[in-house]
């Protein structure tokens, strides 16, 4: 059995009754086994002294694309559909195994500095083992599956699949991954959006989706354009559709929501489907805002995600947090979308919407210790006397204060330095994995400066 005991600090549960202790957690191999005021224990593995510091529940990001991960900085300044079209759909064609597995690495890394420990991620439509790979031996809790796309001829031929073969493949992913390291991985059904999906593989994925029980993971009113789209070929709007089909249901998560109109808010409400709501992708696309203060007002499941870095340009849980806060005030007022109901979504809310609210989300006796240290001794977020702690994380913190990340009881972030991932390599990899996938593609170049500043790092 491996112990370790944190010792001295703040420590923000999040348990029912919102509990704030100042003491100490003990973590027997998994799950926490204390959570009280000066623990003494015998045979500890390792002590971390957290005076002055805070232990936070890990951050539970409910829509990622980690295979998008490499793309950062190579489509902005897009709206949606041109950016998939343009940019993101043909990079996508263009990864390879290698490209797919360090793209994956890349965004861990910087998940895991910045304080998430679990997220639902969407891959592309090739190589999505490479990227499971990659989850798998950094320790990062996921649910994850390649994504699914079977209509459209304005997508790269490469990622036109054929139905029959695109469930197949999800279904060998599925029986490789689903429920590996004792449920650390499990796998999730992706198919794109409605626009490129057709309703023969979406009613496949529905009923393969109760079949093995696992989540369904999609996209959903991001975009008027796309809502355009939908109602054209389909008659009906996207939620309105999927609902008509059988897959509005607890296992559904929603990415986006940003264009929901009253009957489907009603849908999601009654079919207890999930929201992630991604106000940095939102806004940076030039979506829109979702109406979240509405939809938490009707009793809706929402909690938060980065999106790809490819549309936000990181994946920083504390940046959404603010936004999600923030971008609601000017037309809602000032308490609107306060602190704690923000950190709740961040945390509690997100393992609520992937199903892990007993397992996750909060500091609790029984629970998955997957958690994060804060040091706030900083300038940005001092004076702390007096200020709560949790609007001083929402509002003041960022991903430079996490100091450790533990998940699943493992040390993945040990002092600021990652254990699990390979930094130097991971950097050098993503740098020499985009120039392979930008060669491939005629329209999208790079300069001669950009290729030559790319050196191998010194691992002696």
Known sequence: MTKILI?????????????????????????????????????????????????????????????????????????????????????????????????????????IQSGTTTVIDMETVHHADFAFQAIAQSGMRAFSGKVMMDKGNEVPKRLQEKTE???????????????????????????????????????NVRDLSAHYNVKVHTHAAENRGEIEIVEKERGMRNVVYLDHIGLANPRLILAHCVWLNEEEKEIIKGRGVKVSHCPGSNLKLASGIAEVPDMLAKDMMISLGADGAACNNNLDMFNEMRLAALIQKPQHGPTAMDAKSIFRMAT???????????????????????????????????????????????????????????????????????TTIDKDLVLYESNK????????????????????????????
Not at 39 to 53: G, L, P, Q, T, Y
Not at 172 to 198: H, M
Not at 445 to 452: A, F, I, R
């Open 7 to 111: 010792k001295n600090a703040e420590i923000i549960t999040m348990n029912p009754q919102d509990d704030i202790i100042y003491g100490d957690l003990l973590i027997e191999n998994d799950h926490i086994a204390k959570v009280d005021q000066n623990i003494e224990e015998n045979n500890i593995d390792k002590v971390i002294d957290a005076r002055n510091k805070t232990i936070i529940p890990g951050f539970v990001q409910t829509h990622i694309h980690l295979c998008q991960s490499l793309f950062r900085g190579q489509a902005d300044d897009l709206e949606l559909m041109d950016w998939l079209q343009k940019k993101i759909w043909p990079l996508e064609a263009s990864h390879d195994e290698e490209s797919s597995y360090y793209s994956a690495m890349l965004g861990i890394g910087e998940l």
């Open 165 to 203: 073969k695109s469930l197949q493949q999800s279904v060998d992913l599925l029986e490789k991954w689903n429920d590996y390291d004792n449920g650390r991985i499990q796998y999730a059904f992706c198919p794109r959006f409605v626009v490129s999906c057709t309703e023969d593989l979406l009613t």
């Open 348 to 418: 509690i809310g997100g393992a609520t919407a992937v199903g892990l609210e007993d397992e996750i989300g909060s500091l609790e006796v029984g629970k998955k210790a997957d958690l994060s240290i804060l040091n706030l001794n900083d300038f940005h977020v001092y004076p702390s006397f007096g200020v709560d702690p949790i609007s001083r994380i929402v509002y003041s913190a960022t991903r430079a204060d996490v100091e450790t990340t533990i998940i699943n009881g493992r040390v993945v972030l040990d002092n600021r330095k990652l």
């Open 433 to 460: 994995s985009i120039q392979r996938l930008l060669k491939r593609l005629p329209n999208i170049q790079y300069s001669e400066t950009e290729k030559s500043n790319v050196t191998k790092p010194n691992f002696g």
